[in-house]
């Protein structure tokens, strides 16, 4: 079991910010991960079909034998990640908009978000919302249009200079001096969000916490890697294989899959 690969799927090559977190954390485990990007956006689809298309991801994952699965998208855990860790027997890690450590952190009390609209629906947004807006403003924007844009290798592009020019507005406007990334194609933002936000308004992103919780769960099941061998990356799309390459700068080894 310990050598077995830590499966990750998102809605397309997004997760990879949580896969490359992952790889730095536990150099020595093997991973797939599926960008599931004939299928994007996730997030304006309904909650019953990111349920189903969590499944096909999911079963694809344990058929690899994997022993664990990083479910790397917010608007996937929000909405399905309930299903599935009552329907499958292995772990699942899931990512969350990191509203608390903004809400715990916040001068101006007002906190911005920017995430899917399915996720900013989510049951489990909404519960984590209750629980930490009491005394403070929390600002939801949906990141419409981001995804596709991404997912199309439009990064560094007007269309999206437009688009965050228009969700940041109402935020600055606010005085927010949080902005919570809750969609992990996001942070392949930071370096135009950084330009255009103003000094004082941190980005927060959970990345990092993502990786360290898939850490601290191989290591509590004793399931951590011991290979002294390389690991075995593998990264799989049903989209344009080129888009994922570029954004993991032709590092790893990436190839086209129908899944
Ligand atoms: N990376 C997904 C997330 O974290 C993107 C959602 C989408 O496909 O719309 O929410």
Redesign the pocket.
């Known amino acids: 079991m310990r050598n077995k690969p830590i499966g990750i799927f998102?809605?397309?090559i997004?997760?990879t910010s949580i896969f490359k977190e992952i790889h730095e954390l536990l150099p020595n485990e093997s991973c797939i991960y599926l960008a599931?990007s004939k299928?994007?956006?996730?997030?304006?689809?309904s909650e019953e079909e990111i349920i189903q298309l969590s499944i096909k991801n999911t079963e694809y994952l344990l058929n690899q034998g994997c022993k664990i699965i990083v479910v790397?998208?917010?608007?996937?855990?929000?909405n399905a990640i309930i299903y599935l860790r009552k329907n499958y027997d292995i772990p699942f890690i899931g990512?969350e908009p990191a509203i608390k450590p903004a809400a715990l952190k916040t001068q101006t009390k007002v906190v911005g978000i920017l995430?899917?609209?399915?996720?900013l629906s989510s049951q489990l947004f909404h519960k984590t919302i209750d629980l930490y807006s009491k005394d403070i403003k929390i600002i939801e924007q949906v990141?419409e249009g981001i995804?596709?844009l991404i997912?199309s290798g439009q990064l560094d592009s007007e269309a999206m200079q437009m688009y965050l020019e228009t969700y940041l507005e109402p935020m600055l406007k606010q005085d927010i001096d949080y902005l919570v990334l809750?969609?992990?194609?996001?942070p392949y933002l930071i370096p135009m969000l950084t330009k255009m936000l103003p000094a004082h308004v941190k980005i927060i992103d959970s990345g990092r916490a993502v990786a360290k919780q898939t850490q601290a769960v191989l290591s509590q099941l004793d399931v951590l890697s011991n290979s002294i061998e390389n690991p075995r990356i593998q990264l799989f799309s049903n989209g344009d294989v080129s888009v994922l390459k570029s954004i993991l700068d032709d590092k790893f080894d990436v190839s086209y899959l129908d899944f």
């Open positions: 998102d809605s397309g997004g997760g599931d299928n994007a956006p996730y997030g304006n689809r790397a998208c917010n608007t996937a855990t929000t990512i995430a899917t609209k399915g996720t990141g995804v596709p997912e809750g969609c992990t194609h996001y």
